[in-house]
């Protein structure tokens, strides 16, 4: 039973007293039905199926709120579940902290927490424990959210930076930059013929579905802030060996392209939140792109290079679509605040 | 090696890219010195002693960032600390995530991570994952910090509000009201004879302590936002029963009486950092408090009250000093605003 007393977070729903004690069984708990949640203990308890778990945390700043193909709820929760699935593990339990701003609508409060809860359940996983923090008008911009979560260690799987070596391929599991085109050209207001959609997507089904069923899976990580030419970077000093990637073969939707032309950006810098690169060795690599694209998430994945040997430092090179050569830089970092 | 190019945070920090990854190769991974998280994985992965664990979340929103007895860095690691104690388990990991205001001082921000560092380290636990996201000037107030933590649970201990019954001992390991009266004070810049003292802390030594030598403890909660007055409240209806306490045995730090005294506050409703409520059973009572009385954190550790039977509604009532009675009340939440 909602006792809908207020539309607004006033700054007592955050006060450790009745309006939060309100605020978290009229609001919060009836999005998230688990009976750990519902015990509102301390911490959650839980009894997990293996002692080998996978641990991380993010926080969300996204601006705008909602999106194309998605919001800040969706997203706190596919984010941290990829950095879970990619590391080669299941997950299984979230834990969501809110920090909101005095004045903020309880509707769109509402509409965060419902998606947050669908994009959970949608990928298997309980929200076990929470908070919720309130600050005065002008101390934060509406609402910050973040999410840690704990995932299993898939059997025998065991990735790294170390495993790279030279002849593995490089996988992607679709097109790049849609996140990024989204919000940048939302946050500006700039119309494009076809509509710009993030690819916001839990991946933990698809990854899960590769580590259990292809042996040569070396390492993966999904490229979000800094895009994909961040993590070939990471990948690259990583791992101490060069990267080649050819244009050609990097999957992108010709609007984000068309954007990213337009505003100035290089796509490969551009964030995503539904995309992993995974390493590979080579007798695998047909395997991998098979099982991606009989997967939902999957269905433009796409081998976009590999692995070489280092001349100098190790660094990222492309090959453009007209036969140069460049460098692929780690970007800077001013481009896009507030992406994720 | 510190390469200080810059004085203050700058939104690119936040970007994902060159100046992302100095942010946290020169100053973040200096501070915790542990392999996991060296390993800058998407995710810690861990060995845990046992499958059964506790999780938990809270974010700090804290202001002032820096009071007497701690600041923002020392409360994110205490209070999860805290959380994951007093359900009965042995913090190990924590997640760190910071939410930074551009323009924020990097001398503060070491300082803050310096805080973390000596607090985790004190109380026996790693950071093995995080997260770093910035946000323009006048999107948040200079830093906000969540920390979520796993904890193992302790052999053979199950703490439950079920477990509650009439003639249990209501067990306090300390003064009250310390920490709020302490932020309050700072922010209200209002001086008092004697400097009031943050009794911010980490309380798992403590309680796996108590908890590996006592059988009798039921249940266990840390009195932070809504105080003494809040948990009992959420005992009591938890457990369905009353609760009843004695003023005069419940320690209060002469100075912070008054100062809620001259500020209209009551004193049982002021947070604590470093305080737990525990139910005893009444044959376990006096261990238990050895025990508190024993360790530093519980030198003035009192016997406040009992539970007892419930004539209607469940209710927490409170024998004065001078013999009178009455009812203490949930706290609305109003009172205090960022104080944890």
Redesign the interface.
Known sequence: MKTKKHDRI????????????ELIRHHILPSFNNDTLAEL?????????????????????VKPLFFNGGDIGKLAVCGTI???A??G?EPV?L?????IEEGFEFELLEKILASISEAASANGVDV????T????A????KI?I?T????V?LDGVDLGLNKITVGDKIIINGTIGDHGMTIISQREDIKFQSQLKSDCAGLAGLTCELLRNVSGVKFM??P????LA?TLNEISRGSGLNIKINEADVPVNPTVQAAADMLGFDVL?I?NEGKFVAIVAPESADDCLNICKNHSLGKEASIIGEVVETRDAPMVEIETKIGGKRIVQ?????????IC
Chains 1, 2 share one sequence.
Do not use: W
């Not at 923090?133 to 005065?136: G, S």
């Open positions: 006033l700054l007592a729903h955050g006060g450790g007293g009745q309006l939060t004690d203990a301390d911490s959650a308890k839980l009894n997990l199926a293996s002692k080998s778990v996978c641990f991380t945390t993010d926080s969300y700043v990829n950095d879970l990619v590391v593990s339990a834990a969501l902290s809110l920090i076990v424990a929470g908070d923090k309130t600050v005065e002008g101390a934060a911009d910050f973040n840690s979560g704990i995932g260690r990580r999904d979000t802030r800094g895009g961040a810098t964030a780690m970007p800077y970092g001013r481009q896009l605040p507030r």
